[in-house]
């Protein structure tokens, strides 16, 4: 199993920018993975926000941040990142880093994803 750490949250205006970044590590390399980004709100349950293939070549993300989150993976740093852009209050919770060993289809369940990271809080000022 794959051990993944987040780092980049913190807190920011409406209409700012943060980047996150996961690092994994273990006895293997993410090239290995399909890697993907959760977050929590107050009061709700985690939701899917954005996942990137093996291959890097194919993205997919949540309606709701569509046009304004890009996920990204530098395989050679064992690194994922979100950058986050225009961020609106409702973009405030807990993010998570998650990784699946394997063939990925875009499954935006969490059940899809076997290893996760502890999350790191992003909070959105209005």
């Known amino acids: 199993q794959v051990q993944l750490r987040e780092s980049g949250g913190g807190l920011v205006q409406a209409g700012g920018s943060l980047r996150l970044s996961c690092v994994a590590s273990g006895r293997t390399f993410i090239s290995n993975y399909a890697m993907g980004w959760f977050r929590r709100a107050p009061g709700k349950e985690r939701e899917f926000v954005a996942a990137i293939k093996l291959s890097a070549g194919t993205t997919y993300y949540d309606d709701s941040v569509k046009g304004r989150f890009t996920i990204s993976r530098d395989n050679a740093k064992n690194t994922v990142y979100l950058q986050m852009n225009t961020l609106k209050p409702e973009d405030t919770a807990v993010y998570f880093c998650?990784?699946?060993?394997?063939?990925?289809?875009?499954?935006?369940?969490?059940?899809?994803?076997?290893?996760w990271g502890q999350g790191t809080q992003v909070t959105v000022s209005s």
């Open positions: 998650a990784a699946r060993m394997g063939t990925y289809y875009g499954s935006q369940k969490e059940q899809t994803f076997d290893s």
